[in-house]
């Protein structure tokens, strides 16, 4: 009745492989390797199919006489044979892909990321959503106002590409094709450089800025817990946050530099026709992580006098106890159009998906103090706060967070150099974490080994002590310990060729070739393909 069943589970995988013989032989094994899980998840996915192939299978069995049973029997074994027989090897040679698609400042502008944008509360059901995916495994996104970047582990490259793709597209409302034309895809080794690289601040528009490292260690700290954020995607994010605070101590790259934020002020400063915050009236709307550091480096240059905006007073308040020499003042999120109305200079960082100033609401404004010309609207949140077409207005200007290379190129060649050592330093944990990732290769192997070694123990310890009748349980301990002892001598070897680590003078390949080695030696392949898909479906299901 088991067999019956798998054979049926898998009759779509058998299928495709039957396909496939018939077919080119051009078809690659990746191309197979994906559509058999694709195919099998689909008969797997709704437990209303277990029960039909279930009760097709026992209403079949209860008509049919012994000789046709028997005949049945055979035919679902040799279903099952014909599947590891076509091809069930080269799917567990295929090893899964660590994929990044994304898009950030470097590549798209402002008005394409704040679509894709996606708020910190999210993160959990956007993993939830991208691993119900056929071809994705597991899952992690990285939101900023930089960059909206995806990180997978796909059980194929291009399928599970193209789907990710479109489910971005769907979130978004950006067709796929647009899309095409900012995003950028790199994988595997190329993909966890690229993260380490964004921790250590070498891909932000200011280098070596430290926020990213703090949204990088949060992308972690919200994915525990959540089911798609898996042991390789956990240990990726978990080695990049080694990486980039290595960096930082090592290479002092961040000393000297400049955040957004403080980047957001200096261009503020070199937008004034006095070149100082002395004398200008200052909004912040905001009294976030961004915000909060904005009001920091407004005091840092001299600003005594600021209004904040906020949600809730409490952060404003703990501001004020912090900067005793300036004089903050908090106005409620009813209040904004007002102080904005009596501002010279209004900084935006909010989380707000909906702009907060539009042409209309800033032409109500007050008019700016003549002084200044124009009102500037320093906007640095993703989604933008200040729709772009306030600047057609004759006395406003705005800025976004795309402006802000202006003011980093000042002391770019300095920490340029600085990224030169950064990257040897990224270097070394790439290798360490590439040696972690080839080990994990091994370790459905050693579990299903030590599986299979323990069930032909267990098996003949029950053997054992039926034939020899009434014993004591002294005897039985002695007996069951001598199996277990046996057991543990008899794969020490055998474990010890399959770990992995940093250490490890082999090569991966070597030891990988091994697992291939045992895993056809003890038919072990089956087992551990069908595990791949049933924990795949199990997700879904949660």
């Known amino acids: 009745m088991a067999v019956a069943a798998t054979a049926g589970k898998f009759a779509g995988a058998v299928a495709l492989r039957r396909m ?6 051009a078809v690659s094994s990746s191309y197979c390797y994906s559509n058999c899980l694709c195919y099998g998840s689909k ?33 679902n074994l040799l279903a099952l044979e014909q599947l590891k027989a076509s091809g069930i090897d080269r799917y567990t040679k295929e090893k899964s892909s660590i994929v990044v698609i994304g898009l950030n400042v470097h590549t798209a502008p402002v008005e394409v990321r704040e679509k894709l944008a996606i708020p910190e509360a999210q993160w959990p059901q956007a993993i939830s959503e991208l691993c119900d995916l056929n071809h ?37 409302g950006i067709p796929v094709l647009e899309l095409c034309q900012h995003r950028f895809i790199l994988y595997n080794e190329d993909a966890t450089r690229h993260l ?9 528009v200011v280098l070596g800025e430290g926020q990213i490292l703090a949204q990088v260690r949060q992308v972690k700290k919200l994915g525990q817990g959540v089911s798609g954020f898996g042991r390789k995607i956990s240990g990726l994010f978990e080695h990049a946050i080694i990486a980039g605070k290595r960096v930082r101590t090592e290479t002092n790259i961040s000393s000297g530099s400049v955040s957004v934020s403080s980047a957001a002020v200096e261009l503020g400063l070199m937008k004034l026709p006095e070149p100082s915050y002395g004398s200008a009236r200052v909004l912040v709307i905001g009294a976030g992580k961004m915000g909060k550091l904005v009001i920091k480096h407004l005091a840092a240059k001299g600003c005594t006098d600021m209004v904040v905006v906020n949600r809730t007073e409490e952060r404003v308040a703990a501001l004020k106890k912090e900067l005793k020499d300036t004089e903050i003042v908090y106005k409620q999120l009813s209040e904004m159009m007002v102080c904005a109305g009596e501002a010279d200079v209004i900084f935006t960082c909010t989380a707000s ?23 500037l ?16 207005l004759t006395d406003a200007e705005v800025y976004n967070v795309d402006d802000l290379k202006e003011v980093v190129e000042a002391n770019k060649e300095d920490r340029l150099r600085k990224a030169m050592e950064a990257k040897t330093v ?75 680590d940093a250490n490890d003078c082999r090569k991966p390949e070597e030891v990988l070739e091994i697992m291939n080695a ?19 479906v199990e997700r879904s299901r949660k």
């Not at 992690?140 to 990710?164: D, F, P, W």
């Not at 100033?357 to 032409?363: G, N, R, S």
């Not at 609207?377 to 057609?392: G, K, M, Q, T």
């Not at 392949?525 to 924990?535: A, F, G, K, S, Y």
Request: with cysteine; hydrophobic share 35%.
């Open 20 to 25: 496939q013989s018939d077919s080119s032989p």
């Open 43 to 75: 008969i797997l996915n709704k437990e209303k199919n277990y029960r039909e192939i279930s009760l097709r299978c026992e209403a079949g069995s209860q008509n049919l006489n012994p000789i046709d049973k028997i005949e049945t029997k055979k035919s």
């Open 136 to 172: 994705i495994e597991e899952a992690a996104v990285l939101s900023t106002c930089n960059r909206m970047e995806i990180y997978v582990v796909a059980l194929s490259q291009h399928r599970g590409v193209k789907e990710v793709i479109e489910w971005m597209s769907k979130i978004s």
């Open 196 to 204: 380490f690289e964004v921790s250590s601040g070498l891909d932000s």
């Open 353 to 375: 998906d909906a702009p907060l100033f539009t042409k209309e609401h800033v032409q109500r404004l007050l008019p700016v103090d003549p002084k200044f010309e124009r009102r």
């Open 377 to 392: 609207f320093i906007d640095i949140s993703v989604p933008r706060n200040v729709e772009p077409i306030v600047s057609d």
């Open 426 to 500: 990224i270097s070394e944990e790439l290798r360490k974490f590439e040696a972690w990732k080839d080990s994990l290769e091994t370790v459905p192997t050693i579990k299903k080994l030590r599986a299979y070694f323990e069930r032909i123990r267990a098996s003949e310890l029950d053997k054992c002590l039926s034939k020899m009748g009434d014993i004591s349980d002294k005897q039985k301990k002695a007996i069951h310990d001598l199996s277990i002892g046996m057991l543990k001598k008899f794969l020490h070897g055998p474990m010890q060729h399959l770990r992995l």
């Open 518 to 536: 045992v895993n056809r030696m003890f038919d072990l392949e089956t087992e551990i393909i069908l595990e791949t898909v049933r924990t795949k």
